[in-house]
């Protein structure tokens, strides 16, 4: 099982970005996705979740209005978009997957597979 995050980089505060996740190696739609985010010296973040079908999602409060998932279950491909970007949404975004999940608040620990991750920097 592959897992591919995609789409971080060097933006400023107030910027958009897409972040995509290519998975192989799994039947893609038996498996609800999440997206996750790590910094320096904290523990892992859930961001957001999707269940299998793309239909419903999950957000931390956080989030909500910024952040948005999505899944193309034809190209096994998870996005998170994320608007109005903060510094304190620098971190490491990883993508991950969880069997027979739904749009769950998850715990990194629950999950199945993990992607490498990718950087997000938001400067000031």
């Known amino acids: 099982v592959q897992l591919q995050a995609s789409g971080g980089g060097l933006v400023q505060d107030g910027d958009s970005l897409r972040l995509s996740c290519a998975a192989s190696?799994?039947?893609?739609?038996?498996?609800?996705m999440a997206w996750f985010r790590q910094a320096p010296e904290k523990e892992r973040e859930f961001v957001a979740s999707?269940?299998?079908?793309?239909?419903?999602?999950n957000y931390p409060d956080a989030m909500k209005g910024r952040f948005s998932v999505s899944r193309d279950n034809s190209k096994n491909t998870v996005y998170l978009q994320m608007n109005d970007l903060r510094p304190e949404d620098s971190a490491v975004y990883f993508c991950?997957?969880?069997?027979?999940?739904?749009?769950?608040?998850?715990?990194?620990?629950?999950?199945?597979?993990w992607g490498k991750g990718t950087q997000v920097t938001v400067s000031s």
């Open positions: 190696g799994l039947t893609f739609s038996s498996y609800a």
């Open positions: 991950a997957a969880k069997f027979n999940g739904g749009n769950y608040i998850y715990s990194p620990d629950s999950m199945n597979y």
């Open positions: 999707i269940n299998r079908n793309g239909f419903r999602k």
